[in-house]
C-alpha cells in the first residue's frame, strides 16, 4: 500500500516562495510518476506538475511553467514542489499523487494514491 505524507505549505506573499515534499512508502511498482495537483474553493482540481521516477522526465501545467519545479530526492523517496512567484491564483490546497506505470500522467483520474493534501495561501 502506497502512502504519502505531504508537508511544507502555509501563508506565503505574493511574489514570494514555498517548497512543497512528498514523502514516500510502501509503493513497490518498477515505473512510476508522482504529480503534484492542487484545488482552490469551488474550483477543480487541476494538473500542476508530474515527473517519472525512473527517468526523470517531467512535465507542468501551462500555469506554472516557469515558476514551480517538480525535483526528487531518491535516498529519501521524496519528490518537492518548488515554488516561486506566488501569487493569489496560486492559492490552493495541493495533493501529492502517486500513478503506477510508464505514463508521466496529468489527470487525476490516472493517480491510484493520494496524499491528504497541504494549504497553500498566498496573500496580496
Known amino acids: 500500500q502506497v502512502q504519502l505524507v505531504e508537508s511544507g505549505g502555509g501563508l506565503v506573499q505574493a511574489g514570494g516562495s514555498l517548497r512543497l515534499s512528498c514523502a514516500v512508502s510502501g509503493g513497490t511498482f518498477s515505473y512510476y510518476t508522482m504529480g503534484w495537483f492542487r484545488q482552490a474553493p469551488g474550483k477543480e482540481r487541476e494538473f500542476v506538475a508530474a515527473r517519472r521516477w525512473s527517468d526523470g522526465t517531467t512535465v507542468y501545467a501551462d500555469a506554472v511553467r516557469g515558476r514551480f519545479t517538480i525535483s526528487r530526492e531518491g535516498a529519501k523517496n521524496t519528490v518537492y514542489l518548488q515554488m516561486n512567484s506566488l501569487n493569489p491564483e496560486d492559492t490552493a490546497v495541493y495533493y501529492c499523487?502517486?500513478?503506477?506505470?510508464?505514463?508521466?500522467?496529468?489527470?487525476?483520474?490516472?493517480?491510484?494514491?493520494w496524499g491528504q493534501g497541504t494549504q497553500v495561501t498566498v496573500s496580496s
Open positions: 499523487a502517486y500513478a503506477a506505470g510508464l505514463t508521466v500522467a496529468r489527470r487525476s483520474s490516472e493517480y491510484g494514491y
